[in-house]
């Protein structure tokens, strides 16, 4: 079985304890979540999760089958890499003395897209928005001076195709006139 990277996108009414429904549908299959994202949707008083998964496809559609039988699931959706856009950001905090050796670091930001948010005395904060590879990139670069800590968010993505849930929802409201 081939095991490939999904995102789910999964659409909630904002309900106390949904969270850990959600992610116990993925514990008791042994399913590590790589990545866990919860935001506004594009619809008011409706939730999204952006969940990263690594399983083989015939599992994906087993959790998003799961997943929608939750009470307060509206639709969920899975993706492959090439029908989103996803970025992630990343914050490191590195000694502000590393920047009294030459320009290196400033190199090493520059290379990488990075900016810098806040100077401190005894520290600098660091801001890299980009993929997995590249935050995991310039970590290693940072490494290397040295850091004192990090922090990369989850996935945030948006399909290439026109959300989905807007089709569903509209399909749902011509079932609903239909019935009356």
Partial sequence: MDINQYTIT???ENQTGLLSRVVS???????????LTT??????????????????????????AQLEKQVDVLKAFFYEADEIVYQEIALYKVPTS???NGDTVEKIIRSHNARVLVIEPEYVVIE????????ASLLNDLKVIGIYEFVRSGRVAIV??????NKYLKSMEAKMAEAE
């Fill in 39 to 64: 935001s506004q949707s594009s619809i008011q008083s409706i939730h999204r999760f952006t969940i990263v998964v690594e399983v083989p496809l015939e599992m994906v559609k087993k959790l998003v």
């Fill in 160 to 165: 290439k195709p026109m959300e989905r849930l």
């Fill in 25 to 35: 549908i993925f514990t008791r299959r042994h399913i590590n979540v790589l990545s």
């Fill in 98 to 100: 590393v920047f009294s």
């Fill in 128 to 135: 890299k928005t980009g993929h997995e590879e590249e935050i």
């Fill in 10 to 12: 999964v659409f909630t």
